[in-house]
């Protein structure tokens, strides 16, 4: 790796594919203008040096899929005007002890990391708005959250039980993952109620039965996805959803609010996930004179389903329910 020059304008670097990258010479302490560093698949990369803490106007900071990083540096603390950190794909265990220090921070992204733990003083993080969680398979306990999040991203594997997160009431997007696991079988999920701010809520809590959760009372709520989620467990849909999305879903009906004129058939169709792996994705087409008053959803019954347990993929869904003007926005 080249030197830096003692005087530059340098503001922004960014250092990507450099496959046999292995450090970074002290000299990048020089380029005090810098503002945006990222290393990505700098598969090499084992660590910074110190001297990144001499880089007092770094607001981003991202070693994304370098995957031999298995450390930050303790000056990392230096970064007062650190905003956004990212770390996805590393083999970084842990994070700075003081990280409350970087009292900037508004993003932090620890996605699939070997980390085990979040600093006690993460909740002291005042500013910080969004944090991400997924794949992170060796942390088993949260430590309290900033109350200032809005978006949290959280997959958890190892994390029994299910943390109580209704004290962040600021939350307009919410992902929540529990991995198939014999250690989670039933879990008290009504906090959910008390965030009234959401907007986009997903959930994914295969072969876990969850307590009747009320959303109607989440006027805000226009985005929801379920995944592997036991339909009745919703009593209610906000009014204003724009997009519902049913993957991998147990249930055969569905209590929706009281209804009026509008009718609407629900189908199936492909949808390719994650690991190339196909589910299947509700979609709501609109017909005309439906006589039935009654209010629910019903799913026919396909070859292998049963009142318990449904085939990992279905086919067709067919049925017919009143659809409310409530939920004219669907």
Request: with cysteine; proline share 5%.
């Amino acid at each position: 790796m080249p030197t830096f020059p003692q005087k530059s304008g340098l503001e922004k670097l960014i250092i990507s594919k450099f496959f046999s990258l292995k450090e970074i010479d002290r000299s990048i302490g020089k380029l005090t203008k810098l503002t945006d560093l990222s290393f990505q698949l700098c598969v090499e990369l084992e660590k910074l040096p110190e001297q990144i803490g001499e880089l007092r106007k770094l607001q981003h900071l991202s070693l994304r899929s370098c995957n031999s990083s298995r450390e930050l540096p303790d000056s990392v603390l230096k970064l007062t005007a650190l905003t956004k950190l990212d770390v996805v794909g590393t083999r970084i265990t842990r994070l700075p002890d003081f990280i409350d220090r970087l009292s900037s921070l508004l993003s932090v992204n620890v996605s699939l990391t070997l980390i085990e733990k979040l600093p006690s003083t993460t909740s002291k993080l005042l500013g910080l708005q969004t944090l991400h969680l997924n794949n992170c398979d060796q942390i088993r306990q949260l430590p309290e959250l900033p109350r200032s999040l809005t978006t949290l991203q959280l997959t958890l594997t190892s994390l029994v039980p299910v943390p109580n997160l209704s004290y962040l009431t600021n939350l307009v997007e919410l992902v929540l993952s529990v991995a198939k696991s014999d250690k989670i079988q039933s879990c008290d999920m009504q906090w959910i109620e008390s965030l009234s701010r959401l907007s986009k809520l997903r959930f994914c809590f295969p072969n876990v039965c969850l307590s009747t959760i009320e959303l109607g009372s989440l006027s805000l709520l226009e985005e929801l996805t379920l995944h592997g989620v036991d339909v009745p467990t919703f009593k209610q849909l906000p009014s204003k959803l724009i997009v519902l999305e049913l993957y991998d879903t147990r249930g055969k009906q569905i209590r929706l609010p009281p209804l009026e004129k509008e009718t609407a058939i629900v189908s199936s169709s492909s949808r390719e996930l994650g690991e190339s792996k196909v589910l299947r994705q509700t979609e709501i087409k609109f017909i005309e004179d439906h006589k039935s008053s009654e209010g629910w959803v019903h799913l026919r019954d396909e070859p292998g389903c049963n009142e318990l347990q449904a085939p990992e993929l279905i086919d067709h869904w067919r049925g017919a329910f009143h659809f409310p003007s409530s939920l004219d926005m669907l």
